[in-house]
């Protein structure tokens, strides 16, 4: 059974820097798409950065340059968020999506099946 609990979230001031974590237990990186997206309350959930089956990494350009997306071990993902910008606010939440034939992860919330419940991101100005 597929469990995301992610970590990590705070406030912030604008310029600063965070590292959200998830705990992804029951995922075995190798067959998984795992992915950060992030929601506004009142607006669509967004994707933020994807990493797939065999390390690849993409991200929104909105994050890009900022944010990095890593495995740290076996059954940890992060985030690490530099010069937060107001806007980067936002409740994140860790994905998983089963994709053991590889191939590119998608960027759509919709197409992945596991969810964490989130962790709070406020960028003050």
């Known amino acids: 059974q597929v469990q995301l609990v992610e970590s990590g979230g705070a406030s912030v001031q604008a310029g600063g820097s965070l590292r959200l974590s998830c705990a992804a237990s029951?995922?075995?990186?190798?067959?998984?798409?795992l992915a950060w997206f992030r929601q506004v309350q009142g607006k669509e959930r967004e994707g933020g950065a994807t990493?797939?089956?065999?390390?690849?990494t993409s991200y929104a350009d909105s994050v890009k340059g900022r944010f990095t997306i890593s495995q740290d071990n076996a059954n940890t993902l992060t985030l690490s968020m530099n010069s937060l910008k107001p806007e980067d606010t936002a409740m994140y939440y860790c994905a998983a999506l089963y994709r053991p034939y590889g191939g590119t992860c998608p960027r759509f919330f919709g197409d992945f099946g596991y969810w964490g419940q989130g962790t709070q991101v406020t960028v003050s100005s």
């Open positions: 029951g995922v075995t990186y190798t067959n998984y798409c």
């Open positions: 990493i797939g089956n065999d390390g690849t």
